[in-house]
């Protein structure tokens, strides 16, 4: 039972972390995961899986990280739980950017994780094609919330600044 608590609290709690400390953040006010995860010119199969590019690495690490915090809570409670929640959340990293592979979800196993709300790699895939939807690295759940989150505090967001400064500059200009 500790096992399985272990093993749920990092993958749920990990996932939470890491949208909303990382993911969110980063499509908001940084470039670090949109120039490495979202960088358009290579097979994000690549990026996500094979790539040894620092930069690329740094974010994968980043996106981890709050696993491993969250791992390190319920290590007491049973450390192989801790571990098995880690090694699922790679496997998991790994699997749902198989689409550019050609993997397709077979009809049964999607019956069987749709009511769970785990991403699949075709859920996942439509984060790569539009990076404002499909938020949750492992839960589905967590995109509604990520959404509206970004939507909130847009006005904050690089896109919002760069926008601005360009009609800042178109301006004079027009006038
Ligand atoms: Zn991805
Ligand atoms: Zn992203």
């Known amino acids: 039972m500790l096992f399985v608590t272990a093993c749920l609290v990092t993958l749920v709690v990990g996932d939470f972390a890491s949208t909303f400390f ?19 010119r290579r097979s994000y199969f690549d990026h996500a899986v094979i790539s040894t590019d620092p930069a690329v690495l740094l974010d994968g690490f980043l996106g981890a990280l709050p696993y491993i915090v969250v791992a390190a809570f319920v290590w007491h409670l049973s450390w192989p739980g801790a571990v098995t929640g880690l090694l699922l ?7 749902r ?7 397709q979800t077979p009809a049964p196993l999607r019956r069987l994780l749709r009511p769970l709300a785990i991403v699949l790699p075709e859920d996942h895939d439509g984060h ?7 938020f949750g690295d492992i839960f589905r759940f967590y995109d509604a919330p990520a959404r509206a989150l970004l939507a909130r505090l847009a006005w904050t967001s690089r896109r919002a600044r760069n926008a601005g400064r360009r009609t800042m500059r178109r301006a004079p200009a027009q006038a």
């Open 89 to 95: 959340g790679q496997l998991h990293v790994w699997w």
């Open 128 to 134: 790569h094609r539009n990076p404002d939807i499909e």
């Open 97 to 103: 950017h198989t689409t550019q592979l050609g993997w």
């Open 22 to 40: 990382y993911h969110v953040p980063q499509h908001l006010w940084f470039t670090l995961h949109l120039r490495t995860h979202h960088d358009r």
